[in-house]
C-alpha cells in the first residue's frame, strides 16, 4: 500500500537530523513520516491521520527543523498542542533534534509565569509550541506576533478544534503571513476538523494511513465486569495479574480523583494523579517522576489522553469507560505505540457492559470481556465453570477464613471494608453473573448509573478549558 522507504535522507532529510535521528535509535521512517515529510518539505498543506502512537511529531518536526532558516533570529514555526504535557513533550523533541542544528525552541504554556515565557519570546526563537489558551493570551497583549511564522501545526487537531471551536482556531491562525502552510494531525480527524481545513487550507495533501483503523494493531482490548463497590478492588486484581511496571489509570471525575488514589495507595499500589485542575509544577514533576519510574500507577482524567508518549507504558486502565469511543482511542493510544504490545482494560458494571460493545462495533475492533478467578484471567464462561466446578468440591462457604484475612491486612477504612466482603467466596465477578445474564443488551440497557455515561452527542464540542473531566460531564453530572 504505502511505499517502502528505507531511509530518512531518501524523504530529504539532511545528514545533521538524520545523525540526531540515528543517535535515539530512529533509522527508518514509519508509514506516517513517509508520507508526510515530502509534501511538509515542499510547503504544501497538510492533513495527517494515522494511528496513536505511529510517530506523527517527528512526521512534521523533522521537515520543519530542516526548513527553519536557524540564520534568522524569526520564530519561523508555530506549534499547538491541546494540554501542557503534551506540548513540553512536543518541546523536548524540538530541542532533542533541533538544538544539535542551531534551532531554538520555546514552550507557550498555562500555568507557567508569562513573564519568563515573554522574556524568552524577545529572542524570537525559531520553533514556538504553545497550548491555545497562553497563546490567545499573548496574541491579545502582542507579546507574541505571528508575522513571521511560516508553520502552523495543530497536534491533536480535533482536541483543539473541540476546546474552542472554528472561531477560536481561526483566531489562532489570524496574524499568520497570509501564505502560511497549515498541518492538521490526529488519529481521529472528524467532518469538523476537515470542514476548517476545506476552509483554511489551500489544496491540502490528504495522508491517512489506514484512517479506518484507529486502534494500534498491537493492543489487546478486554474489559472486566464487576459491582460499582469492586471497582478498585478489580483494578487492584488486574494490575496484580498482569504485573506491569507502569499503568495510566483513566477517570471521568476530578472531584473523586484524590480518593481513587488514596484507595490505591492504601492497598500498596503506589499512585499518583495527574488532572487539569492542578497546577503546573505539579502536573510537571508527576509526569516526570511517572516516565522516570518513581510510581507506578497514574490515576488521570483524559488530559493525560492525548499524544503523550510514556515509553514502558504497558497498559491502560479506565476505571470509568470511556467518554465516547474516540476518547477511548486516545486513552488505550498511551500504550501499543510504535508496534509494541499494549493492553487495555476498561472495567465497567454490568449496565456498563453495553458501553463496551458499542465501542467495540464502532471502533471496528474486538474487545473482550474476560473475567478474574483465583489469580488467573479466563473467559466469563470458564470462570464461571470454575467457579461452580469449586463450589461442588467446597460445599458454600459463607466466610472464607483466608479471604477475610487478606482482606484485613489491606482494608480498613469502612469503604474499604465494604467492599472487601466481595472478596474470595463472594467473587465480585462471580457475583454479578445471574445479573450480567438478566440484564437487557442494547443501547437501552439502562443508563449507566455514574457520571461516566454518555453525554449528548453534541455535548463534547463544549470547551472543556484544559479541566480535567470534559465539560459536558461536569455539566451533566450538575444536572443530575
Ligand atoms: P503519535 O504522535 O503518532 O502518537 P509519536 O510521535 O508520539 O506518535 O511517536 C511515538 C513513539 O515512536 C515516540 O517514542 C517516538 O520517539 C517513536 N518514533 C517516532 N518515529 C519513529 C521511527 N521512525 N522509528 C522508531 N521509533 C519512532
Ligand atoms: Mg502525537
Redesign the pocket.
Known amino acids: 500500500m504505502t511505499k517502502e522507504i528505507e531511509q530518512f535522507t531518501q524523504l530529504g532529510i539532511g545528514e545533521a537530523l538524520t545523525a540526531a535521528?540515528l543517535e535515539?535509535?530512529?533509522?527508518?521512517?514509519?508509514p506516517?513520516?513517509a508520507e508526510a515529510i515530502p509534501p511538509i518539505l515542499e510547503g504544501r498543506d497538510v492533513l495527517a491521520q494515522?494511528?496513536?502512537?505511529?510517530?506523527?511529531?517527528?512526521?512534521y518536526l523533522l521537515p520543519l527543523l530542516q526548513k527553519i532558516d536557524a540564520e534568522k533570529k524569526e520564530s519561523q514555526v508555530l506549534v499547538i498542542a491541546p494540554t501542557q504535557e503534551l506540548a513540553m513533550?512536543i518541546v523536548r523533541?524540538g530541542e532533542k533534534y533541533g538544538a544539535p542544528i542551531g534551532i531554538g525552541t520555546i514552550g507557550l504554556i498555562g500555568g507557567a509565569s508569562a513573564a519568563r515565557q515573554v522574556e524568552k519570546l524577545r529572542q524570537r526563537p525559531h520553533l514556538v509550541v504553545g497550548t491555545p489558551g497562553r497563546l490567545r493570551e499573548l496574541l491579545s497583549t502582542r507579546k507574541l506576533k505571528l508575522h513571521e511564522v511560516r508553520t502552523i501545526v495543530l497536534?491533536e487537531a480535533d482536541q483543539i478544534f473541540q476546546m474552542g471551536g472554528a472561531d477560536d482556531v481561526r483566531g489562532l491562525l489570524k496574524g499568520a503571513l497570509r501564505d502560511r502552510q497549515l498541518i492538521f494531525?490526529s488519529?481521529t480527524l472528524g467532518q469538523d476538523v476537515r470542514g476548517l481545513a476545506s476552509r483554511e487550507m489551500r489544496d491540502p495533501v490528504d495522508v491517512g494511513i489506514e484512517p479506518e483503523q484507529k486502534l494500534a494493531k498491537s493492543t489487546q482490548h478486554l474489559y472486566f465486569v464487576c459491582q460499582e463497590r469492586d471497582r478498585i478492588d478489580t483494578l487492584r486484581r488486574v494490575v496484580r495479574h498482569y504485573n506491569p511496571q507502569r499503568v495510566i489509570v483513566f477517570v471521568n471525575q476530578t472531584e473523586t480523583i484524590a480518593e481513587v488514589e488514596a484507595k490505591l495507595n492504601h492497598l500498596g499500589l503506589e499512585a499518583r494523579t495527574l488532572y487539569g485542575d492542578s497546577d503546573k509544577v505539579t502536573r510537571a514533576t508527576v509526569l516526570s517522576q511517572f516516565r522516570s519510574g518513581k510510581f507506578r500507577l497514574l490515576v488521570a482524567t483524559d488530559v493525560a489522553a492525548r499524544?503523550l508518549?510514556i515509553?514502558g507504558l504497558e497498559l491502560v486502565v479506565h476505571l470509568d469507560p470511556a467518554a465516547d469511543s474516540e476518547h477511548y482511542v486516545h486513552r488505550a493510544?498511551r500504550t501499543g505505540?510504535?508496534g509494541r504490545k499494549g493492553l487495555s482494560v476498561s472495567i465497567v458494571t454490568d449496565r456498563q457492559a453495553f458501553i463496551m460493545r458499542k465501542f467495540s462495533r464502532e471502533l471496528d475492533t474486538p474487545i473482550v470481556e474476560r473475567a478474574l478467578y483465583e489469580g488467573a484471567v479466563l473467559s466469563p464462561e470458564e470462570a464461571d465453570e470454575r467457579r461452580s466446578g469449586a463450589s461442588r468440591r467446597t460445599p458454600k462457604k459463607p466466610a472464607d477464613p483466608s479471604s477475610n484475612k487478606r482482606n484485613e491486612t489491606t482494608a480498613s477504612s469502612s469503604a474499604a471494608r465494604s467492599h472487601a466482603s466481595s472478596f474470595g467466596a463472594a467473587d465480585p465477578v462471580r457475583s454479578e453473573a445471574p445479573q450480567r445474564a438478566a440484564a437487557p443488551s442494547g443501547a437501552n440497557a439502562g443508563k449507566p448509573s455514574a457520571p461516566a455515561g454518555r453525554g449528548p452527542k453534541g455535548g463534547k464540542k463544549q470547551p472543556n478549558k484544559d479541566k480535567g473531566a470534559p465539560k459536558w460531564l461536569k455539566d451533566k453530572r450538575s444536572t443530575e
Not at 535515539?24 to 514509519?30: L, R
Open positions: 535521528l535515539y535509535g530512529i533509522d527508518k521512517p514509519s506516517i513520516q494515522s494511528q496513536t502512537g505511529t510517530g506523527k511529531t517527528l512526521s513533550q523533541e497536534d494531525l488519529a499524544g508518549d515509553p493510544g505505540r510504535m
